[in-house]
């Protein structure tokens, strides 16, 4: 016997919730802040310099604001990489989601103190729950020598932690690791010891054949962030050649600042969309586009017994009305689901047996939105 | 003075309504009915055969779908290419949109009784209102006969009607035309006649530099569909080209059944996003994108005064609520509009000035899609 609540669901479908597998939650402050301009611009003269302002009561806003869009779109997991970590795990345990949190290690960035700080923490496992996990988080090739990738690794294996990397994102990252190091940036991980089931990477946009094949082989995960590598122009994401060659592949948002939005029903379309105009009209169906919005983002971050609605596994949902006019009619649910449905079906979202919305209502959502907009307006003006 | 209505709109953005500028509007009966399958298969297998029992009252019950869906997205008008189009005039004029209704062509698909209907029906306006236009759609170049398309431009010109049709879709179409013709299908259509600025066209995804010259230099438009393009592999939209090269590019949405929605927001950021990634990251911005979904669309089809809110305009609009979290923060409206929201923020339609939707309801939506769901089934299953 469970001390369950038994719920009435005539006219909804349970359908598993998304989990998203690649975000920067906080980056939710700065949604439209800079827009169409070519990557390098948008970093330095908008991005960066906001950043800078962020503090943690910041990051706290932020990262509230983003879980309850995720929650509002149906995600209730995300692997976040960003900075000020406690109060984003603070925020996702008591907005009742789940989490992998990054320990962001960018040694280009960051000042030996908190790379002390960084060790320390990942150390102690602060702040683990059954909800929220760490993850070390080399940012990627391009912020930290081989050195401190080798580090990365090593700890990451004595602590039992999942290591999780920006990935061949540009041509121009892929072309400063061939001079600098030589090989790819896939095979730079390789060296270092990182490529293997519990290493998944981030964008994934510019691998060779023989790249697809090191993770293929290693089991490793390739998160796709399709929309926000179309809107930066980093380059076409490669779904047929990923699924053809074996890789796991998985979807993520990236963060506000350049999707403009965490949605990842979105993500699954596009993908699809990606995958047939790429290949042919029956790549990637419906069915397995859903997969890669859920089971294989639990995959890649070691989340067991979740990401479908089966026996045993735990009550990670949602509740879609099928009486919703894209839902209508209903000759193949998954199909409705994955090509015609937006976010306004989703009723309910249930992470870990309990209800994260329900009727669309989120705890607090008013004072969540009040305090995002007082937050961005007073750091766009500092 | 004015009998009008003062409204208060506080927390609102007033912003243009979406005009969906290529679809079938009845064709939301068989949303879902078969996907992931090439096209030929797609159509000879699942969409002719189910298309042949739908009779009058079929017609009307999917286009109420259809306008019901489109209106809970905030789109006000739609050019429609079916059949039994009486049926879609009599939904459009009960439901408080606008349409430009076509009288569909097709030689090879049609009675000579039928042909002779669609002509004296041109001839006599029958149906036409200040919301409802008639306008002359030979379906495609493969469905009729070099002699067809000239009539078909006679009676346009002889009763002031615009024309619209598929083109070059297909790189089997424009094949097929090079053989037949020993042209593109741009040339064919020039050759008839037709290419001014009263003619648009729909998919348009394999045009030569030379087809898109000719329609920048006749004032013609492009009626791109990205996201059907896209699921059924036809080929990756021109965005970018067709931008440089001066043609007014329009969107739409195309048909339920290979979308598999009516959302003119998803066909906006999808057309801006492959304009970046087959362009660069400042190609297509927002306001630029917002255009192709909205006054591109009007002018294509000939609408006054639509499609901007602007003094004197008719008004045509959307209540956005500013307060929904993905319109938070705003650093920019038109960015958050076009690259982070999703219907779920459109509190209000106007259509020429009266509520179509208010407070996300519109009248009589459950029986429409009652009436949807009845009906699917029963095609599905006779």
Not at 165 to 174: A, F, K, P, W
Request: proline share 3%; aromatic share 6%.
């Amino acid at each position: 016997m469970y001390n369950a609540e038994v719920i009435q669901c005539e006219g909804f479908a349970l359908l598993p919730a998304f989990y998203n597998g690649h975000t920067h939650a906080a980056m939710s402050l700065l949604r439209g802040y800079a827009d169409d301009m070519e990557l390098d611009k948008w970093l330095r003269e908008y991005i960066w310099p906001f950043e800078a302002k962020l503090g943690d009561k910041d990051i706290e806003v932020g990262s509230r604001l983003a879980v309850l869009e995720m929650i509002k779109s149906g995600t209730v997991f995300f692997a976040d990489m960003y900075w000020h970590r406690e109060q984003t795990m603070k925020v996702v345990e008591e907005m009742g989601v789940r989490a992998s949190i990054g320990v962001t290690i960018a040694e280009q960035l960051t000042s030996p103190e908190n790379m002390k700080k960084n060790m320390e923490f990942l150390k102690a496992h602060v702040g683990e729950s059954d909800r929220v996990k760490l993850c070390v988080m080399p940012h990627s090739m391009y912020t930290n020598g081989e050195g401190m990738l080798r580090r990365c690794v090593e700890i990451a294996k004595a602590e039992n932690y999942r290591i999780h990397t920006h990935l061949s994102e540009t041509l121009s990252e892929v072309e400063q690791c061939q001079r600098q190091f030589g090989c790819t940036p896939v095979e730079l991980f390789e060296r270092v010891g990182a490529i293997d089931e519990r290493f998944s990477a981030a964008h994934c946009v510019h691998f060779t054949e023989d790249d697809r094949k090191r993770f293929a082989d290693a089991g490793a995960t390739a998160v796709m962030c399709p929309c926000s590598n179309l809107k930066l122009s980093s380059g076409m994401p490669q779904v047929t050649p990923m699924i053809r060659d074996g890789v796991n592949l998985a979807l993520g948002t990236d963060g506000a600042s350049s999707n403009n939005s965490l949605d990842m029903h979105q993500e699954m379309k596009l993908a699809t969309l990606l995958a047939k105009v790429n290949g042919s009209a029956d790549s990637l169906p419906a069915e397995a586009a859903l997969k890669m919005a859920t089971v294989n983002v639990a995959r890649a971050f070691g989340l067991a017994n979740v990401g479908e609605i089966r026996e045993g596994f735990v009550a990670d949902g949602l509740l879609v009305d099928l009486n919703n006019e894209r839902m209508t009619p209903c000759h193949d649910l998954v199909s409705n689901w994955v090509y015609a449905a937006d976010n306004s079906s989703i009723d309910s979202v249930i992470c870990n047996g309990n209800f994260v919305m329900r009727g669309r209502h989120v705890d607090g959502e008013e004072d969540i939105k009040e305090a995002a907009r007082a937050c961005a307006k007073r750091l766009a003006n500092a």
